[in-house]
């Protein structure tokens, strides 16, 4: 599963790719010289654990690699943390490698993964650390609104469909 954009392309995830994540084997991936970052190693070692899930075509709801389409590394990761809810809400999450932050890559990521979800979801969620100003500015060109603070967490949330539309 493979989401395009101008610059980058969003794909699920696989269990070998996470196993060479959490094992830190280089030999064969086409990564930057920065990925995998810790986050990716944590987020890599729960799917392998059954944390999170891994996208197929019949669901979708999982963990992705960002790849820049010019090089074909992967910059950074991107995925849902679970399905949507019954009131349609989706949280995601991102991160990108610092050799490769402030050009965009971010937002580029987190819009096509929000258009993404749209047909099969109401809201998507997201939430940043209190300091991550970064992250804040990522969610706010991407159309969140932040809705709240908890434990130093800002809780951040964007409509990305009509409340009539149903469910499936």
């Given at each position: 599963m493979i989401i395009a954009t101008t610059r980058l392309l969003i794909r699920a995830l696989t269990p070998v790719e996470a196993e060479a994540i959490v094992a830190g084997v280089r030999t064969g991936q086409s990564w930057v010289s920065d990925f995998?970052?810790?986050?990716?190693?944590?987020?890599?070692?729960?799917?392998?654990?059954?944390?999170?899930?891994?996208?197929?075509?019949?669901?979708?709801?999982?963990?992705?690699?960002?790849?820049?389409?010019?090089?074909?590394?992967?910059?950074?990761?991107?995925?849902?943390k679970s399905a949507p809810n019954e009131r349609g809400e989706v949280e995601i999450g991102y991160g990108i490698c610092h050799s490769c932050q402030g050009r965009g890559v971010a937002t580029e990521a987190v819009v096509a993964l929000c258009d993404f979800a749209q047909p099969r979801a109401r809201v998507v969620l997201a939430e940043t650390d209190r300091e991550n100003v970064a992250s804040q500015r990522v969610l706010e060109k991407s159309g969140f609104q932040s809705v709240g603070e908890t434990d130093g967490l800002i809780r951040w949330r964007k409509e990305i469909s009509a409340a009539d539309i149903p469910l499936e």
């Amino acid at each position: 599963m493979i989401i395009a954009t101008t610059r980058l392309l969003i794909r699920a995830l696989t269990p070998v790719e996470a196993e060479a994540i959490v094992a830190g084997v280089r030999t064969g991936q086409s990564w930057v010289s920065d990925f995998p970052t810790p986050n990716d190693v944590r987020i890599a070692a729960g799917a392998l654990a059954g944390d999170v899930s891994f996208p197929t075509a019949t669901m979708p709801w999982g963990v992705f690699a960002i790849d820049e389409s010019s090089s074909g590394c992967s910059v950074g990761g991107i995925g849902f943390k679970s399905a949507p809810n019954e009131r349609g809400e989706v949280e995601i999450g991102y991160g990108i490698c610092h050799s490769c932050q402030g050009r965009g890559v971010a937002t580029e990521a987190v819009v096509a993964l929000c258009d993404f979800a749209q047909p099969r979801a109401r809201v998507v969620l997201a939430e940043t650390d209190r300091e991550n100003v970064a992250s804040q500015r990522v969610l706010e060109k991407s159309g969140f609104q932040s809705v709240g603070e908890t434990d130093g967490l800002i809780r951040w949330r964007k409509e990305i469909s009509a409340a009539d539309i149903p469910l499936e």
